[in-house]
């Protein structure tokens, strides 16, 4: 990545700083922090669980990265749905939830809080298969109930999302579609800097100018990191009365008005559709419930525009000038 070094990198340098600065002055033992021997070790392990997670993501052939900067615009919808469009196409997928504070992919593709993971004796877990063949990960799967609050700081996070990459037997797949929280912070650049040749970041957003000035700041983080985006999706983008008349709740166009603006593909506009929350409520998924609804066919199309982008090359990085 050029100039920019990894998480792992800084994981090191936190733990060596941590130690002299738990030692008094540099050189000493530290009592609280044990040896040097000790923090090698950690940093030692560091590195084996990067090498793991890095062996693990090149059994799968393409990696997106589904990311927004902005909270409540439906990225998990947006992963769940994509998921299952995708695999109804005859891929096989799997779909990582990186966000800690607020998981709930495995609820919108049918697999209820407090799940679990199976567990193997050489330390690995593997991930949940799901009534459609997707594979998921996630915190959600890990915590006994939903009202559990995981107060979590940004070293502790990096180190989690590192350790899902390097014990998940995913084992070969089409593709992985990871779920970001909002923001362009911890999570994000660990899965960005951890997850070799990524195929590129699907943005979200809702028509509103709010979301599309935050948006913005995910293009950057894209354009900073030198990674592709394969495009933008706007949901939430309109309404649809049963008599047919179209409704723009939150505004218009602002999905096509960032494509334009940065040379990225357009991918499509989600209409909002109250069975959606239904079927999200009651566990259920909404891509199977509802086939022929005009939301699903919508994520058909667009998981054909990104199967043909990503597995043609077509994503591109933003350039962003700085003046």
């Not at 700083?17 to 050189?27: A, C, D, Q």
């Not at 040896?35 to 669980?49: G, T």
């Not at 607020?102 to 697999?111: C, D, E, Q, R």
């Not at 809080?113 to 199976?118: A, E, H, Q, V």
Request: proline share 5%.
């Amino acid at each position: 990545m050029g100039d920019e070094y990894s998480m792992a990198d800084d994981e090191k340098r936190n733990l060596r700083m941590g130690h002299y600065k738990k030692s008094g002055r540099e050189g000493e033992s530290s009592q609280g922090m044990g040896s040097y021997r000790d923090v090698a070790e950690r940093m030692k392990e560091v590195a084996r669980q990067q090498s793991m997670a890095t062996s693990n993501m090149m059994k799968i052939r393409y990696k997106i990265v589904i990311m927004s900067s902005k909270g409540g615009v439906g990225k998990s919808l947006v992963t769940s749905s994509l998921s299952a469009a995708i695999a109804s196409m005859g891929r096989s997928v799997g779909v990582l939830d990186a966000d800690f504070h607020g998981p709930s992919i495995h609820k919108m593709l049918g697999v209820p809080t407090g799940y679990g993971m199976l567990a193997r004796i050489d330390g690995t877990v593997d991930p949940v298969v799901t009534s459609i063949g997707v594979k998921i990960a996630s915190i959600g799967l890990l915590i006994p109930k939903d009202d559990v609050a995981l107060i979590w700081r940004g070293p502790i996070k990096a180190s989690a999302i590192r350790e899902l990459l390097a014990y998940v037997n995913w084992g070969p797949l089409d593709y992985i579609l990871v779920d970001l929280p909002p923001g362009t912070g911890d999570e994000s650049l660990t899965i960005v800097q951890s997850i070799p040749r990524v195929s590129g970041l699907i943005l979200v957003t809702i028509p509103s100018e709010v979301s599309k000035s935050v948006v913005k700041k995910a293009i950057a983080f894209a354009s900073k990191l030198k990674t592709p985006i394969i495009g933008i999706i706007e949901n939430m983008s309109y309404y649809r009365c049963p008599h047919g008349e179209v409704i723009h709740i939150f505004g218009k166009g602002v999905a096509e008005d960032l494509a334009r603006e940065y040379n990225i593909p357009f991918l499509g506009a989600i209409p909002l559709d109250p069975r959606i929350r239904e079927c999200n409520d009651e566990g259920k998924i909404f891509f199977l419930e509802y086939p022929d609804s005009e939301a699903a066919v919508v994520f058909r199309e667009i998981a054909k525009r990104v199967i043909d982008i990503v597995e043609n090359g077509k994503a591109v990085i933003p350039e962003i000038r700085e003046d």
